[in-house]
């Protein structure tokens, strides 16, 4: 494999957890089961944690936040909410993104 084939799947990699959280959100438009959108929610995270990306795991946390808020799952939703405001105290010194905004937003409303 020639290194620019390498470097093409290291961005791809890179990329991993936010083409996961974009994909569980074109899933949900289309009208896909709910247990497969949060699944692919739950591998955005995990990719995001393994890779030590918080703010792509702040993003996919938010739309796992916004997904459990419309389905209505009180406790999922709880430990989401609990989820999204620890990370979110953890990059308290973190410039105001959009990120963190999205998800300070969503917690006053959860």
């Not at 996961?20 to 995001?48: N, P, Y």
């Not at 739309?63 to 999204?84: F, N």
Request: avoid cysteine; hydrophobic fraction near 45%.
């Amino acid at each position: 494999m020639t290194s620019l084939g390498l470097e093409t799947v290291g961005r791809a990699l890179l990329w991993e957890a936010e083409t996961r959280r974009l994909r569980a959100q074109f899933l949900a438009s289309a009208g896909a089961a709910h247990g497969d959108v949060e699944a692919e929610l739950d591998r955005a995270i995990a990719v995001a944690r393994r890779q030590g990306a918080r703010m792509l795991e702040v993003r996919a946390d938010t739309t796992l936040l916004g997904h459990e808020l419309r389905r209505g799952r009180a406790g999922r939703v709880v430990e989401v909410r609990e989820h999204v405001g620890s990370l979110l105290s953890e990059l308290a010194e973190a410039p105001d993104t959009l990120e963190v905004r999205e998800a300070a937003s969503l917690l006053a409303r959860a």
